[in-house]
Nanobody, 130 residues
């Protein structure tokens, strides 16, 4: 059974940084794209970033581009989300998720629909104070 476990959330002031980590079952890194989603209170869950199963290609939501960086360490079976210049509107529960490699499109890149990610973590809270 695939397990994804997030860590690294917390409370930070606007302009600050946080680094989220996600540890996954070992075999998932060989053939799964990995992504981060977030859900703020009263809002729908939204795509944040994703990294391709091979080659390191990344995609970002426009709202975080230039501020967030997704990376993966296959040796440690981990994926990271470095979040800089945080804003109060980044406050949300952040989820790590995985989808099969075939979902990554040469044309459009990573799937941005939560439904495409069949494996999901429990989430970690990020709160950015103004």
């Amino acid at each position: 059974q695939v397990q994804l476990v997030e860590s690294g959330g917390g409370l930070v002031q606007a302009g600050g940084s946080l680094r989220l980590s996600c540890t996954a079952s070992e075999w998932i890194f060989s053939s799964y794209n990995l992504g981060w989603f977030r859900q703020a209170p009263g809002k729908e869950r939204e795509f944040v970033a994703a990294i391709r199963w091979s080659g390191g290609t990344t995609n970002y939501a426009d709202s975080v581009k230039g501020r967030f960086t997704i990376s993966r360490d296959d040796a440690k079976n981990m994926v990271f989300l470095q979040m800089n210049s945080l804003k109060p509107e980044d406050t949300a529960v952040y989820y790590c998720a995985a989808c099969g490699k075939n979902w990554w499109s040469v044309v459009s890149g990573a799937p941005r629909s939560w439904e495409k990610y069949g494996y999901r973590g429990q989430g970690t809270q990020v709160t950015v104070s103004s």
